[in-house]
């Protein structure tokens, strides 16, 4: 079987991350997918960071009344979709001590 290919629109952490599992774990291409979708939560989450350390997590409106960073709110929802995500792909769990072959995902296996 040819090596897959990390998405290149991941962040380069992300995509060896990415690498990581594909080596790590048995995956029918569903599971890529939502290992995609799993590592994009992960750049977003990221990046919703950055932007609440550089904004604070208060900001003025155009009254000049202290709100909370609406980032904050995309910040929680993330995590939720990150943590679905990673426990749909059963990758809340040890995998196996230095497998042999690609684990299969333990929810999957037959």
């Known amino acids: ?5 990390a998405p290149e629109h991941l962040q380069p952490a992300t995509r060896e991350w990415w690498r990581g ?3 790590t774990y ?16 992960w750049d977003r989450l990221l990046l919703i960071r950055r932007r609440i350390k550089r904004d604070g997590m208060f900001i003025r409106n155009r009254l000049g009344e ?3 960073h609406p980032g904050l709110a995309a910040e929680r929802q993330e995590r939720v979709v990150f943590a679905r995500l990673l426990r749909e792909l059963d990758l809340d769990t040890e995998p196996p001590p230095e497998p042999t072959r690609p684990a299969r995902l333990r929810r999957y296996r037959t």
Request: glycine share 0%; net charge neutral; charged share 30%.
């Open 1 to 5: 079987m040819s090596e897959i290919k």
């Open 21 to 23: 599992i594909v080596r």
């Open 26 to 41: 048995e995956l029918e291409p569903h599971h890529l997918k939502l290992l995609t979708l799993l590592c994009e939560s």
């Open 66 to 68: 202290l709100k909370a």
